[in-house]
């Protein structure tokens, strides 16, 4: 069942009176429950899409639904995680993840009770009365994803949410994500550069031209989870795609 | 950490410290005495505007029930100042947050206020003392160039406090569903507070500057201000100290108070 579906997205930005054709053409349909990686060269528009869907950005040409409903502006039904986490420094994890619940007036032991339960869900039992400075970089990011889910959202928008981290927690958060995503059964939109990432992720890969970007290529990644980035099939599915972006880098 | 690091990083701790105290021993004993001299050299010189230390504390005892100048007694002074102090600044704190929130918030009103703002702050207080004195008489004159002195920069830090709002911070807040009014409230007013604080901050050292000055002009009541004035024009010199004295004591006080309120409420938010 498709969830999300873009319709001949089209994003121009003008600047100057010149105008800029970031994205073009952009079709695609999300199945939900489905983790899909949107993968493409730097500046290719991918967290452009990411944010005409959460509402932050609008859309210039076509329409993104989500369940048959046009998007028009932002939303608590689209979570987003931001890669700088983008936490309010002076609310603790409780406060944080409680935020979202708070604007809707949801009453205070409602509130504790679910966020307490999207806190333990990402790990972070125990740190609730911590403020943002005290975290490590993947705790932060923990955070970022339990306030994201606290207003049970219909789809998980995530703007290269571990592109801030280093390399051993961003593998280690990969698979936290992963068992997080298992136990919500949420639709996940997840933007990276990163092909390794999207292989281990995902269920299908869009991969993106460059500028204006659009849909190069769908990838259905059927390899059996938890996947084990040694195994030679993951190898050679990483090497088809990184040669498919390497292609259009050099445009060869 | 076992027994004898943990006594070995507590000697070093309490070495530091002592060698700390030591210093602001040597050098407050070092200005006394520097003071001191300079007061003994210059009195054999027949030069009797700057009285020793020993005379300007039996000065200080005699005036806290009043002094010969001004008859009355020291803490009336600082009352009085006090007063006039905390007036001005509450007026300007409730005046110049609004404005600084709505500079900060619209472009608009940045274009409508600051031409009028930034042809207004860099004329010092005490340029228009004499002004504020005419307008609005000896009893508000001094409280209104407080104000004007401490407006400022409590209207720029507030309003740069606005426009440092991370913008990342209002996408997440308006990814979560916050409405306009909740985005202020929520997310804009917290993230300018310690930007106020330190606009308060500022705004006391600047308060204390201009009352003093102020009060020179003239301060119906009696004020600190006065008292060094007063004790200035008829030549008694020792009684003046004692003002100077109490000025530097109560600006030690609340700048260091103001400082302790900005480093806790910065903890408090998270920022530090």
């Not at chain 1, 105008?19 to 695609?28: K, R």
């Not at chain 1, 460059?210 to 769908?218: C, E, N, Q, W, Y």
């Not at chain 2, 050299?41 to 100048?69: C, E, K, M, T």
């Not at chain 2, 600051?114 to 207004?120: A, N, R, Y």
């Amino acid at each position: 069942m498709s969830i999300l579906s873009f319709k001949n997205v089209g994003k121009v930005f003008s600047k100057n009176g010149e105008e800029l054709v970031a994205i073009h053409d952009f079709d695609l349909e999300v199945d939900e429950g489905e983790f899909v990686c949107i993968l493409g060269p730097s500046g290719c528009g991918k967290t452009t899409l990411l944010r005409m869907v959460a509402g932050l950005e609008s859309i210039s040409q076509g329409s993104i639904e989500l369940n048959g409903k046009a998007i028009t502006g932002p939303g608590s039904d689209r979570g987003m995680v931001f890669q700088d986490f983008g936490l309010f420094p002076w609310r603790n994890v409780m406060k944080n993840v409680e935020f979202g619940l708070e604007v809707k007036n949801i009453p205070t032991a409602k509130r504790v009770e679910i966020a307490q339960r999207y806190v333990e869900l990402v790990g972070l039992k125990g740190f609730e009365r911590s403020h943002p400075k005290e975290l490590s970089g993947g705790m932060k990011q923990r955070v970022g994803i339990a306030r994201a889910l606290a207003n049970d959202p219909a789809v998980l928008l995530m703007d290269e949410p571990f592109g801030a981290l280093d390399a051993q927690t961003r593998n280690q958060m990969q698979t936290e994500l992963l068992r997080i995503w298992k136990e919500t059964k949420k639709t996940v939109l997840f933007v990276t550069h990163s092909v390794d990432e999207a292989v281990f992720l995902a269920d299908r890969i869009v991969v993106m031209t460059a500028r204006p970007g659009s849909i190069k290529d769908l990838w259905d990644i059927d390899l059996p989870r938890p996947r084990d980035r040694a195994s030679s099939k993951f190898i050679a599915l990483r090497k088809e795609i990184l040669d498919e972006l390497e292609v259009q880098k050099t445009g060869t | 950490m076992n027994r004898s690091e943990e006594e070995k990083t507590f000697k070093d701790k309490l070495r530091r410290e002592g060698v700390k105290i030591a210093l602001t021993a040597i050098s407050l004993i070092s200005f006394i005495a520097v003071w001191w001299l300079l007061s003994i050299y210059l009195n054999g010189q027949n030069l009797r505007y700057l009285p020793a230390p020993d005379v300007v504390f039996s000065a200080f005892i005699v005036s806290l029930s009043g002094d010969p100048v001004t008859g009355l007694p020291l803490l009336s002074h600082i009352l009085a100042s006090l007063n006039r102090f905390v007036w001005g600044f509450a007026i300007a704190l409730i005046v110049a947050v609004p404005i600084g929130l709505l500079m900060g918030s619209s472009k608009y009103a940045r274009y409508l206020g600051m031409p009028v703002t930034e042809t207004l702050r860099p004329i010092p207080p005490l340029a228009l003392a004499g002004f504020f004195f005419a307008a609005f008489g000896v009893l508000y004159g001094p409280i209104v160039t407080v104000l004007y002195g401490v407006f400022f920069p409590v209207l720029y830090n507030v309003m740069f406090g606005v426009r440092s709002v991370d913008p990342i911070l209002m996408d997440a807040a308006r990814t979560q569903g916050a409405s306009k009014l909740q985005m202020f409230t929520k997310v804009i007013l917290p993230f300018t507070i310690p930007y106020l604080m330190t606009g308060i901050s500022i705004g006391m050292g600047v308060g204390w500057m201009v009352i003093v000055a102020a009060e020179w002009i003239a301060a119906p009541g009696g004020g600190v201000g006065a008292l060094i004035n007063q004790c200035y024009s008829v030549g008694i010199y020792d009684y003046m100290f004692v003002g100077i004295i109490a000025i530097a004591i109560l600006g030690i006080l609340t700048t260091s108070v103001s400082r302790l309120l900005e480093d806790k409420v910065a903890q408090r938010m998270g920022m530090k």
